[in-house]
């Protein structure tokens, strides 16, 4: 046992050479200043706390680490299963939403208005510039053409009329052409009509084309060797026998209902032209009602022949366009009075 000289406090460790409490030498006072021999402690507790902590904790981080990866192992596991169920049950739930009325509705309304969006910010653009373009395009186009019109306005109007003038001129060259060639009285009504128009400046053309129809039908006879065809009054059949029967097995009254009734203008003209060897009552007036109003010219012609020599009337027209009609007003009780039934 030792007693420190300084503190008094007893030891029982006889290896000690300086008290433990306060520092003093057992042999003498201490050689070593006290700061030092507590600066001297510090170091060695913080070396040893340092040890021990090492010690501990290293220890613990390789444990704590083991166990950390352990659970994020497990954990991971976890949540990857947790993940794919939550994923089905959403995919699952999403579907069954799709399947609805009103998921389908909402869609459409979006998928149009996604649409009109991009129609109005990507394609309505292109088409207003188009229409633009268009339009300006069209009124510098309006704009040359008035300005052309301007321009020629004066052989424009020239040139229009000369073609209206072609067009009606070859118009009367067709309506004497029909007259002529079909006999179509209404070709020589309207080409009378406009040859009495004053101002009209193919008048003179119309009155030249319209003698000139004329002056055929004075000299020319497109059915001189025709034998007519028609159905004969008396008989049990119509005329159908081969040769056509001659011109006297015709009664009066055939003949007059050919020229009155007949489709055939052949069979009509035929009939007026017979007509002329029949000096009977009857035969005036309906030679003068074929002269006024059949529509065929080579009718109207042989009746005008036939009346004349029947009624004794002296022709100034091939179709008796002067002065036959007062003339038989004038005449018609005197000429039918020397006539037999």
């Known amino acids: 046992m030792k007693l420190c000289p300084q503190c008094k406090a007893r030891e029982e460790d006889d290896r000690l050479i300086a008290c433990p409490k306060c ?19 510090r170091r060695v507790l913080k070396k040893l706390t340092r040890k021990v902590a090492g010690w501990l904790f290293g220890g613990l981080s390789v444990i704590t680490v083991i166990g950390i990866v352990q659970f994020a192992i497990q954990f991971g596991a976890l949540w990857r299963t947790g993940v794919s169920k939550l994923e089905l049950l959403l ?78 001129r070859n118009h009367l060259m067709q309506l004497a052409d029909d007259a002529v060639s079909t006999g179509k009285r209404k070709a020589l009504d309207e080409l009378r009509s406009v040859k009495m128009e004053e101002n009209n400046p193919l008048a003179p053309l119309a009155s030249s084309l319209f003698f000139q129809v004329k002056n055929f039908y004075l000299n020319g006879n ?3 060797g025709y034998r007519p065809t028609m159905h004969r009054f008396g008989l049990t059949e119509a005329s159908t026998a081969t040769p056509p029967p001659s011109d006297d097995a015709y009664t009066t009254e055939d003949l007059l209902n050919e020229l009155r009734h007949g489709d055939d ?11 002329v060897t029949r000096r009977t009552k009857t035969v005036p007036d309906a030679l003068f009602d074929s002269i006024k109003n059949d529509p065929h010219l080579e009718v109207a012609r042989n009746a ?24 038989w007003r004038a005449h018609r009780t005197e000429v039918l009075a020397g006539l037999p039934d």
Do not use: H
Request: glycine share 4%; net charge negative; aromatic share 8%.
């Open 23 to 41: 520092g003093a030498s057992y042999d003498g006072p201490t050689s070593v200043p006290r700061d030092e021999i507590a600066a001297l402690e």
């Open 91 to 168: 995919n699952n739930r999403i579907a069954d939403e799709f399947k609805t009325e009103r998921i389908r509705n909402t869609i459409s309304e979006v998928a149009q208005t996604q649409a009109k969006a991009l129609m109005k910010s990507n394609i309505q653009p292109e088409i207003d510039k188009v229409k633009a373009d268009t339009a300006a395009k069209s009124a510098a186009f309006d704009a040359f053409l008035t300005k052309l019109r301007e321009e020629n306005q004066s052989a424009y109007g020239s040139l229009a009329s000369e073609v209206t003038q072609l067009k009606d």
């Open 222 to 224: 497109r059915i001189g």
């Open 265 to 275: 203008w052949r069979d009509r003209a035929k009939s007026a032209d017979i007509l």
């Open 304 to 327: 005008v022949l036939s009346f004349c020599t029947i009624t004794g009337y002296q022709k100034k027209d091939v179709f008796g366009e002067d002065d036959l009609a007062d003339w």
